[in-house]
């Protein structure tokens, strides 16, 4: 049996996308300067300014003006707080759409990657089945008991290069969490083992649920690969 082990990486940063604007750099943005551990050195300088960038910065700057100019201090206040708000806002989303373009280039580098012994499992929970009718009354709604299902695509490159497997897992009733978690990647394992026994190497793609992420799924995942003979090779969370 192949010992299996387990790597985890909160964001796999794709080195070979690199620009001289500091808001583009993959590997200078994404860094986190508190933990060297999360921190990589870029083979240039950033010098390069991006104007939709500073067209930003400056229309905050020419919102925020006339706000401190106000002499109502209470409106002032309220405007403080919307435009902190906003401002707030904004920078994360900016921030989310480098790190969906960097996750994505990373997965693409993995699939192509992929090869008859290894398998790429994309995991998340679905919308919960509630309606049993395409219209029913509100009595008939109230108090009814959602139905989970966890989806699981199961994608490999095969002989023929072409291969995609979908899972799905309906609970009558359970929690989402982390132990749900563990028993759909076991069963899962399970399958994929049985149907392709040169199976040697897992990668998981999962988003940032507190199911996935946590660490009794890290840690139970290494011990599920253990016990079926495979080894988790990729496991980030978006």
Same mark, same amino acid.
């Given at each position: 049996m192949q010992s299996a082990h387990c790597v985890y990486f909160p964001l796999q940063v794709h080195v070979s996308e690199s620009s001289d604007v500091p808001n583009h750099c993959h590997v200078y943005a994404l860094r986190? /300067?508190?933990?060297?551990?999360?921190?990589?050195?870029?083979s240039h300088e950033h010098k390069t300014y991006c104007d939709k960038c500073d067209d930003l910065t400056r229309t905050i700057d020419d919102i925020t003006a006339p706000i401190e100019a106000l002499a109502a201090d209470e409106?002032?206040?309220?405007? =403080?707080? #919307?435009?902190? +708000?906003?401002?707030?806002?904004? #920078?994360s989303w900016k921030a989310h759409l480098l790190r969906s373009v960097n996750q994505e280039e990373a997965r693409l580098d993995m699939v192509n990657a992929l090869d008859n012994t290894s398998v790429l499992l994309v995991q998340d929970w679905a919308m919960k089945f509630l309606s049993r009718k395409f219209r029913e009354s509100q009595t008939n709604r109230f108090a009814k *008991?959602?139905?989970?299902? *966890?989806?699981?695509? $199961?994608? =490999? &490159?095969?002989?023929?290069?072409?291969?995609?497997?979908t899972f799905v897992n309906v609970f009558r009733s359970c929690c989402q969490d982390s132990c749900t978690v563990l028993s759909v990647m076991s069963d899962m394992v399970k399958q994929l083992r049985e149907a392709q026994p040169q199976l040697e190497n897992i990668y998981y793609w999962q988003d940032? $649920?507190?199911?996935?992420?946590?660490?009794?799924?890290?840690? @139970? $995942? +290494?011990?599920?690969?253990?016990? *079926? @003979? #495979?080894?988790? &090779?990729?496991? /980030?969370f978006l």
């Open positions: 986190d /300067p508190s933990d060297r551990d999360y921190q990589s050195q870029c409106v002032k206040e309220e405007l =403080r707080f #919307v435009l902190g +708000k906003a401002k707030q806002d904004i #920078v *008991h959602w139905i989970s299902w *966890h989806l699981t695509v $199961a994608i =490999r &490159r095969g002989d023929d290069h072409k291969l995609q497997m940032n $649920a507190g199911c996935y992420y946590c660490g009794t799924t890290i840690v @139970g $995942a +290494k011990l599920i690969s253990q016990q *079926h @003979g #495979v080894s988790v &090779r990729w496991m /980030p």
